[in-house]
């Protein structure tokens, strides 16, 4: 059966492996805080869309609809301890997807970069790539495991370790524009950028470490709006959706 899969994938798949990197706050759906289910469930059958094509998904979570460790460290609070809960909730958010993702028939292993191994596997390069290879998805935990670091760094690092083709960052909205467009009504998006333009014109794509990380490793970031169905499935065919950011 997988290897039927895998023959349709190479033949109509754009990407054969991807990062998806989902916001946490992106979890919350319409409530102000925590994880909606009705939220995790249609992320599911967009996820589910690309699966039953063959793709092999690597998933990266935020957890700042739980804690963030910047917050607390503006509030007074250790910044490292801060960081290290904030890498906790990115794990209950793993779990919460985990069991989304199984709910909708897909095999999923959640790997952490701190042990909590009752709940999750360490993270092991080489068994994540198995588990790619085998078409299970990989749900990669508690960022890169140290503090200082954001879950976007944690997204280009693990997609870079995994031989993944592209960086899929999921958002709120619909690619990258000249500016905010939720504050300038003129502002443009747009369908390509490189690397070096987005730094020249100061936009905000990923923080600078893990933006940095993603063009020296030649690892190309599509930003696109998760919230829309069909998305995730059109840029695995190759269509042009949100803004891809290249060399």
Not at 189 to 218: P, W
């Amino acid at each position: 059966m997988y290897s039927e899969i895998k023959i349709k994938q190479s033949n109509t798949m754009s990407y054969k492996r991807i990062l998806l990197k989902l916001s946490g706050e992106a979890l919350m759906g319409e409530r102000q805080y925590g994880i909606d289910p009705k939220t995790l469930a249609e992320y599911a059958a967009e996820i589910k869309q690309i699966h039953d094509q063959g793709v092999e998904i690597a998933i990266v979570i935020g957890g700042g609809n739980i804690f963030r460790g910047v917050a607390g460290a503006s509030n007074g609070m250790d910044r490292v301890q801060g960081d290290y809960m904030g890498m906790l909730a990115t794990v209950i958010n793993g779990m919460a997807l985990q069991g989304a993702l199984e709910d909708a028939g897909m095999p999923t292993r959640l790997q952490t970069a701190l042990k909590i191994e009752a709940i999750a596997e360490p993270y092991i390069k080489r068994r994540a790539t198995r588990h790619l290879e085998k078409g299970r998805i990989v749900i990669f935990g508690a960022g890169t495991g140290n503090p200082y670091f954001t879950t976007d760094t944690a997204a280009v690092l693990r997609g870079i370790e995994v031989g993944c083709d592209v960086i899929l960052k999921g958002t709120r909205v619909d690619g990258v524009y000249t500016a905010d467009p939720e504050k300038d009504t003129n502002a443009v998006k747009y369908d390509t950028i490189t690397f070096d333009d987005v730094l020249a014109k100061g936009l905000n794509v990923m923080d600078t470490t893990a933006f940095t990380l993603s063009q020296e490793n030649k690892l190309p970031i599509i930003v696109f709006d998760m919230n829309k169905k069909g998305n995730l499935l059109k840029i695995c065919n190759g269509e042009t959706v949100g803004t891809t950011v290249t060399i």
